[in-house]
Nanobody, 121 residues
Framework: QVQLVESGGGLVQSGGSLRLSCVPS????????MGWYRQAPGKERELVAT???????NYADSVKGRFTISRDNAKNTVDLQMNSLKPEDTAIYYC???????????????WGQGTQVTVSS
């Protein structure tokens, strides 16, 4: 069974930094795009950042210049470095990875359980 395990969330003051990590586990054949999404209370889930297997990145306008997504293809992990955090960044952050499980003929979207990020003013 494929799972995504996230870590690194927490409480930080405005202007502070946090680093989120996502580690896929299970019987995995290959990965493709990786990304981070977030959902604030009363709002829909939104894209934060994505990164392709070739390293191309895409960011939401609200986090450009403050957040950096990276992936380690050897370790199959994806991280999100968040700097200059603002109270409006408060949300549950979810890792998303397109994975082809071992023995399966196509990729599926997998989601982590979410990690809470709270930024105090």
């Amino acid at each position: 069974q494929v799972q995504l395990v996230e870590s690194g969330g927490g409480l930080v003051q405005s202007g502070g930094s946090l680093r989120l990590s996502c580690v896929p586990s299970g019987r995995i054949d290959s990965f493709n795009a990786m990304g981070w999404y977030r959902q604030a209370p009363g709002k829909e889930r939104e894209l934060v950042a994505t990164i392709t297997s070739g390293g191309s990145t895409n960011y939401a306008d609200s986090v450009k210049g403050r957040f950096t997504i990276s992936r380690d293809n050897a370790k199959n992990t994806v991280d999100l470095q968040m700097n200059s955090l603002k109270p409006e960044d408060t949300a549950i952050y979810y890792c998303n990875v397109a994975i082809r499980p071992l023995g399966w003929g196509r990729r599926y979207d997998y989601w982590g359980q979410g990690t809470q990020v709270t930024v105090s003013s």
